[in-house]
């Protein structure tokens, strides 16, 4: 089976310099999808130039909102540029990997309940159960991640969902400091992308 390159970065904050470096990265890298894990806006400034050097370069991109942006502001990213998910609650397959995600943290000016956070990874898993290869997707880290140095408690919903599921990796960002930790669960490999991009195969 072919093999999907993904690069993954989350928490732009509308920094349009980072994204042009980054779609030049995409590029020369090859990379077929980008992955962005919320917080692509400062509290929902801009959403100019955050999405569109990557659509000039062909490359898939999956979004979701972080606790930045409303699903409104990702819903209308994804009218606007071709190429475009939202992977909230929802599943998509490419090659045999699936992908799927839950947005938002339990704080911040954007947020959802751990129970919400739940229903949405059920939603999302449901639709690619049968794939091959999985990688979940979430804005927030999980409960006892090691990204809870910042002081900012994890999600349970996240971590159970981890344990359930089984997932090959966990992308993950919002705790900036984090950016590059990685932490492994049962055979899940858990990468915490924030503001620190990754590029990897699968």
Sequence with gaps: MKKTKIMAIGDIHGDTGLVKKLAKMAKDEKVDIIILPGDLTWLEQSTKNLIGPFIKENKKVLIMPGNHETMATIDFLTQVYPNTKNIHGIGIKENDLGIF??????????????????????????????????????????????????????????????????????????????????????????????????????
Excluded: C, W
């Design 101 to 202: 995600g839950v947005g938002y943290a339990d704080s911040g000016p954007f947020s959802i309940t751990d129970k919400e956070v739940a229903k949405a990874l059920e939603k999302g898993y449901a639709q690619i159960k049968n794939m091959k290869k999985k990688i979940m997707v979430t804005h927030s880290h999980h409960a006892g991640s090691k990204a809870e140095f910042s002081g900012i408690p994890g999600s349970k919903a996240i971590k159970k969902a981890i344990e359930k599921f089984q997932p090959d990796l966990v992308i993950s960002g919002h705790i900036h400091e984090a950016g590059g930790i990685e932490e492994q669960i049962g055979k899940t490999r858990i990468i915490n992308v924030a503001r620190k991009p990754i590029i990897f195969e699968i």
